[in-house]
């Protein structure tokens, strides 16, 4: 199955800065998903990225909070912007592979 | 609104027994859907997917799915200890995009 490597692993922010998550695949994909995962509920999809193009936000997400590039088929970063501590969540992004969709480790982030 | 509901639990079990998830969603037009399992602090593993009605057995593990009842389950057989976690429902109400809606999980507890 396909490796998907996240960085930061964990972060804790102060408010008003901005976190650029990192995802990396080991194999070219058409597809990456950004889902967040706030505290004690389940995960809600951000975005898709697809290279070579914006990416398509999810009702509830902006491009300016949560920009997002896609280079090339294996690497894609999240940020988050102006952060509040609303914005304190697990960060995820995944890949479709053989028709199922695989996470990345994800990335906790605690903005204070 | 699309929606996937699951009984959030805990659900407990002993050991050796039989566990049953289920899961509800909105779209009667969904077409794949998907169990995760979630251990406390970690990102969401993929046990198995189900695109056709009827079941479909990977092990330990039987998805069942009845799209006229818009309901999908998971049997795990022979539950461990190690087999406590959050089971999260996913549904792709939108074709093979990879936009998934999830349950907000069941915790699944097997004693000893």
């Known amino acids: 199955s396909a490796v998907i490597s996240q960085k930061p692993s964990r972060d804790i922010c102060q408010r008003g800065t901005s976190l650029t998550i990192q995802c990396q695949v080991d194999s070219q994909v058409t597809m990456m998903f950004w889902y967040r995962q706030q505290p004690g509920q389940s995960l809600t999809l951000i975005a898709t990225a697809n290279q070579g193009s914006e990416a398509t936000y999810e009702s509830g997400f902006v491009i300016d909070k949560f920009p997002i590039s896609r280079p090339n088929l294996t690497f894609s970063t999240l940020t988050v912007s102006n952060m509040s501590p609303e914005d304190s969540s697990i960060y995820l992004c995944?890949?479709?592979?053989?028709?199922?969709?695989?996470f990345g480790s994800g990335t906790r982030l605690t903005v204070v | 609104q699309k929606e996937v509901e699951q009984n959030s639990g805990p659900l407990s079990v002993p050991e050796g027994a039989i566990a049953s998830l289920n899961c509800t969603y909105s779209?009667?037009?969904?077409?794949?859907f998907f169990w995760y399992r979630q251990y406390s602090g970690k990102s969401p593993e993929l046990i198995m997917f189900?695109?056709?009605?009827g079941d479909k057995e990977d092990g330990r593990f039987t998805a069942q799915l009845n799209k006229a009842s818009q309901y999908v389950s998971l049997l795990i057989r022979d539950s461990q200890p190690s087999d406590s976690a959050t089971y999260l429902c996913a549904v792709n109400p939108y074709g093979n995009t990879g936009k998934l809606i999830f349950g907000q999980g069941t915790t699944l507890q097997v004693k000893p």
């Open positions: 189900i695109y056709s009605n």
């Open positions: 995944s890949v479709d592979e053989r028709g199922g969709y695989t």
């Open positions: 779209d009667r037009g969904s077409q794949s």
